[in-house]
């Protein structure tokens, strides 16, 4: 398989694979769109934190943001990533009790 398409899903994946980023893309698929500062209030995080995770998001092609006069607006940025959230959402629901027992993640991390 070609390394270079390894990589970039490893890193699409690893940019999926945090806790705070993954509220904040669930929170946009809600809300559509938002700022920082909506996005922070509602998630009861600081707006450095938020800002922190959407640079990662949006550097990856999950999110986009638009200019708004002197605000920034972010928004998923496309429906690929809308249903690759939506199928992880109907897979998790569907497989809850094995994930939640899944053995890798109670191994410690390998640095291979």
């Known amino acids: ?21 993954l509220e904040i893309l669930l929170y946009l698929l809600e809300k559509e769109k938002a700022t920082v500062q909506q996005i922070s209030t509602d998630l009861k995080k600081s707006q450095s934190l938020i800002s922190h995770h959407l640079a990662y998001l949006r550097n990856c092609g999950i999110v986009k943001v638009e200019k708004n006069g002197k605000y920034s607006i972010y ?10 959230i939506q199928i992880a959402l109907k897979h998790v629901k569907n497989y809850s009790e094995s994930i939640l027992s899944c053995e890798v993640m109670k191994e410690k991390p390998s640095y291979s």
């Open 75 to 84: 928004s998923v940025s496309d429906e690929d990533v809308k249903e690759i």
């Open 1 to 21: 398989m070609n390394e270079n398409l390894l990589l970039e899903l490893e890193i699409f994946f690893s940019t999926l694979s945090d806790k705070t980023r």
